[in-house]
């Protein structure tokens, strides 16, 4: 690459704007974002045994799949970022609208109907406890 390349800027800049936080994501998940955000606000602010054990209690299929990305995130955070698993807390979660899934449903006299198939992706990030 030629010394000044845009590349090169823009992986300088990339790398300045990157989050330094511990967190995971999960892209494409098959729940609405909106199913998904109902669970997601029950852990937000909560130490890490707190919301894993909310989620292991939680009937809804978004808790599945929120625990997932909360034990990857804490696993990030242990192996990328040296963090105390007992010391974090989920700091931010977010639950943003993904692709639409468009399908037809066949219905009386030739009609269809469309169905709207939604998926959304889920990032949970972590912090540790400024007082420890």
Known sequence: MAKGSRSQYKAERNKENREKRPHA????????????????????GKPVQVAEAILKYNPRYGAYLAAKVLKSAVA???ENHSMDPDELFVEEVIANQGPTMKRIQPRAKGRAYRINKKTSHITIILNEKKGS
């Open 25 to 44: 994501h999960h892209m494409f998940a098959r729940i609405s974002d909106t199913k998904a955000r109902i669970v997601l606000e029950q852990i937000k």
């Open 76 to 78: 990030n955070a242990q």
